[in-house]
């Protein structure tokens, strides 16, 4: 394993300016190589799909090549990649294909542990079915979601199960193989958030169990593009809303309208990038993706001991989460401070950090502390460094 985080930073022109970036779980910086690709990618002529000349040949190979590096990352096929501009989009798409197959009294399951994106479209598509909503609690002092639940939860109404593979704000990962195992067992479809996941080590859907699995390129160092992977066997048996002479082809079904072409080029280039976080990978780019996720989570894990621990040594902060299997994720408060004063204090420090409840709206609502402003996040990526880590403990000191 050969992870060097100062050859990492060199790599985003970003992260030049100075400011502690704790603030990736929201959205991370971008390196030269995928600016450089959406660059070359206008460039190079783009016109749209699937027309005659050259410049519409680039966006058709575009797309074929951004599916390919999406399938690599999470261990897909990359006919079953399905494109979009975010993660809640397409999961209201999807859960609107589900939902006409629902009928009342059908049960789909969400849990409080998710970022509302992956609770608010089953929901809102349940009611519309008079489907019911069961839900999977949070152990509010570990911040696990324990998976023994889910075998008084599922059940043979069970049409789909919606859980997180981890929490966008305390960093849980649940056992996913295990719910996974569970709902097919019951013949009900799995929908895997793995926005938060992905990021933060090796994906694959496959162990995972997932029948759906969505992604966002902007959390692991690529533009503003959503993915949602699944069996493209899968997809043709739904039947989402679209328009008549759209392709009724799988995945581009699913594809609402003209998508950013420049963006995939951008997506490919993400993935490139993240395959080559350790030096020393090779093979396959999914054998470099595996081994250079896995070097960056252990590079990541070091340094959140490092945080965690000081954070948990500072008598005026409270910590929020301490599952066993969880990304380096802090989310904590200080005493006598709201969380928007804290991340103020910090950006003053130059940290930049998120404030809130960050959308885990059932999650903060179970920890009891949504009307108080949440709590504050600071997230490690595999660009951070020590000094990042150390200037957030110095700077969160001060408030003692
Ligand atoms: C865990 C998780 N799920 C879903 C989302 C929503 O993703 P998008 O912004 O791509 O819609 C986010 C965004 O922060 C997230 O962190």
């Not at 008084?152 to 704000?169: E, F, M, P, Q, W």
């Not at 004063?341 to 920890?367: C, F, M, P």
Request: a negative charge; proline letters at 5%.
């Amino acid at each position: 394993m050969a992870f060097d985080v100062r050859r990492v930073r060199a790599a985003y022109p970003a992260l030049a300016d100075g400011y502690a970036y704790l603030d990736g779980a929201a959205g991370t910086q971008v390196p030269a190589a995928v600016i450089g690709a959406i660059r070359g990618a206008y460039e190079g002529g783009l016109g749209n799909a699937g027309g005659a000349f050259p410049a519409s040949a680039n966006a058709d190979a575009i797309t074929v090549c951004c599916r390919e590096a999406v399938a690599d990352l999470v261990g897909g096929d990359p006919a079953g990649v399905v494109l979009g501009p975010n993660m809640t989009t397409l999961t209201y798409r999807i859960a609107a294909a589900l939902a006409a197959t629902w009928r009342s009294a059908d049960e789909v399951i969400v849990s409080r542990l998710d970022h509302d994106a992956n609770v608010r479209p089953w929901v809102q598509a349940a009611g519309r079915a008079g489907a019911v909503v069961r839900w999977a609690e949070i152990d509010p002092v570990t911040g696990e979601l324990p998976a023994a639940q889910y075998s008084g939860l599922i059940g043979d109404r069970t049409r789909l199960v919606a859980v997180t593979a981890a929490s966008n704000a305390i960093g849980t990962r649940p056992d996913i193989p295990a719910i996974t195992t569970m709902a097919r067992a019951a013949g009900a479809f799995s929908y895997i958030d793995g926005v938060h996941a992905t990021p933060h080590g090796p994906v694959d859907i496959r162990a995972l169990g997932a029948d759906f699995y969505a992604t966002s390129a902007y959390k692991w160092s690529g533009p503003h593009v959503g993915a949602v992977i699944a069996d493209p066997a899968l997809l043709a048996s739904l039947r989402p809303d679209k328009l008549v002479p759209s392709p009724d082809t799988v995945p581009e079904r699913f594809e609402l309208g003209t998508p950013a072409f420049a963006d995939f080029a951008g997506v490919t280039a993400a993935v490139e990038h993240l395959a080559a976080l350790d030096d020393a990978a090779a093979g396959s780019r999914r054998e470099r993706v595996l081994a250079s996720m896995a070097a960056a989570e252990a590079h990541e894990q070091r340094l959140f001991a490092f945080l965690l621990g000081g954070l948990d040594a500072m008598g005026h902060v409270t910590t929020y989460g301490k599952a066993a299997a969880r990304t380096a994720t802090a989310y904590f408060n200080v005493a006598g401070r709201t969380p928007r004063q804290v991340a103020e204090h910090l950006a003053s420090r130059k940290i930049n950090v998120w404030n809130g409840h960050n959308y885990a709206w059932e999650l903060t609502g179970a920890l009891g502390i949504r009307e108080s402003g949440s709590a504050v996040r600071a997230g490690l990526v595999h660009y951070n460094d020590e000094s990042d880590v150390t200037r957030l403990l110095d700077a969160v000191a001060e408030l003692a």
